[in-house]
């Protein structure tokens, strides 16, 4: 459960004094693209294996997007890397296995890492 508030933590705290001018990077975008693309692996996989979360996930990947690109090609970016996460394991998992539940522990644990570390380094 403590990972679940991690990322949420990240979520509220998107509204950095770093954030970036329109059409310009920030200098965390690589980990929100890494975290986007997680989120996007949790929708599929809990779904798959999880309890009944419904769009838990997408959601937090909606807050994500508003928080930090509204618009424009950071949007895009943040956008396809969910896409990807979701697709990648679309295309090898049809059911919950022992690896899928691993893979779920995993991303979990690096998203509530990247979730830290972003809101140490740049949160005020």
């Known amino acids: 459960m403590k990972t679940f508030i991690a990322i ?24 929100l693209q890494r ?14 294996c999880g309890p009944n979360e419904g769009q838990k996930w997408r959601n937090e990947m909606q807050s994500l997007i508003d928080a930090e690109a509204p618009n424009g090609d950071r949007r895009k970016l943040i956008v396809a890397s969910f896409n990807r996460g979701y697709r990648g394991f679309q295309q090898t998992y049809r ?14 644990d690096e998203g509530a890492k990247i979730a830290r570390e972003i809101t140490a380094r740049y949160a005020n």
């Open 8 to 31: 949420a933590s990240i979520l509220l705290c998107l509204t950095l004094p770093v954030r970036a001018a329109e059409g310009d990077a920030a200098p965390f975008d690589t980990d």
């Open 95 to 108: 059911t919950c296995t022992p690896a899928a539940n691993i893979a779920i522990r995993r991303y979990l």
């Open 35 to 48: 975290l986007a693309e997680i989120l996007g692996s949790l929708q599929y996989l809990r779904g798959v």
